[in-house]
């Protein structure tokens, strides 16, 4: 089973749109090449950095959901790491959250499967606690 990846890289913000456009789409190409099947991908647009890269407070970002081996996502960080257009990436493996993901959905499934405990038979009736009379000084024994 081909693991999943998602990796979002951030571009230049003065890269002229036509740019961005011809560098996400060798990357697409390239990681394909590479083995990798992109089940998705989404250009999120212009954001404010939380912090300064290089001199830039802004970044376009560009997210893939990919299914590949480790060997094409290393390819594809490579020339991440080499294009000059690129200010910033960041791959995350997130097959292992969704397996953990389904684990968890299968143990709550099971858990609703079963059977409510029996209820509890009633117990006999209590035994009424003795009458306790009241007693006076007079009724203890003189020593």
Known sequence: MPR????????RP??????????????????????????QSERLGK????YTVGRYREGDYVWFDLE?????????????????SV??????RTDEQEKRLAQDRRHREARARRKPAPAAEA???????????????????QA
């Open 14 to 39: 003065d890269l002229p749109a036509e740019e961005a456009d011809n560098l996400v789409t060798g990357l697409q190409h390239i990681a394909t090449q590479a083995g990798a099947t992109l089940r």
């Open 123 to 141: 117990a006999p009736p209590a035994m009424p606690a003795p009458a306790i009379e009241p007693r006076s000084p007079l009724d203890e024994p």
């Open 47 to 50: 954001k404010r950095l939380a």
């Open 68 to 84: 590949s081996p480790p060997e094409a996502v290393r390819e594809l960080e490579r020339r991440l790491r080499v294009t000059e």
């Open 4 to 11: 999943t990846y998602e990796v979002m890289f951030i571009l």
């Open 87 to 92: 200010i910033k990436y960041l791959t995350v």
